[in-house]
């Protein structure tokens, strides 16, 4: 099992960056895949970005390609979401997750482990 537990959301203006931590615990953290997704009041859970367990691999939402980016440090392991040019639209709480087949799968029912969230406030 891992727990996640996720860090750096809070209020930023349009335009500026920020970059979400998520810390795992557990010796197999590099046998999971990673993903991040994000809710928004009143809107389902939706996917942002995903890792596989070597991080050779890679998916991103369509809404955040060229703007986000996912990385992992398997050796601290954590995984970061690197966002960059954020937009109102991108306010929500924001979720990492974690995938025990290893691969950067999109859809949420995929993860196994689910961390608390983390906020991300986006003013225009």
């Known amino acids: 099992q891992v727990q996640l537990v996720e860090s750096g959301g809070r209020l930023v203006q349009a335009g500026g960056s920020l970059r979400l931590s998520c810390a795992a615990s557990?010796?197999?953290?590099?046998?999971?895949?990673m993903g991040w997704f994000r809710q928004a009041p009143g809107k389902e859970r939706e996917f942002v970005a995903a890792?596989?367990?070597?991080?050779?691999?890679?998916a991103y939402a369509d809404s955040v390609k060229g703007r986000f980016t996912v990385s992992r440090d398997n050796a601290k392991n954590t995984v970061s979401l690197q966002m960059n040019n954020l937009k109102p639209e991108d306010t929500a709480v924001y979720y990492c997750?974690?995938?025990?087949?290893?691969?950067?799968?999109?859809?949420?029912?995929?993860?196994?482990?689910w961390g608390q969230g983390t906020q991300v406030t986006v003013s225009s």
């Open positions: 997750a974690a995938d025990r087949s290893g691969s950067w799968r999109s859809y949420y029912a995929s993860y196994d482990y």
């Open positions: 890792i596989s367990r070597s991080g050779g691999n890679t």
């Open positions: 557990g010796r197999t953290f590099s046998t999971y895949g």
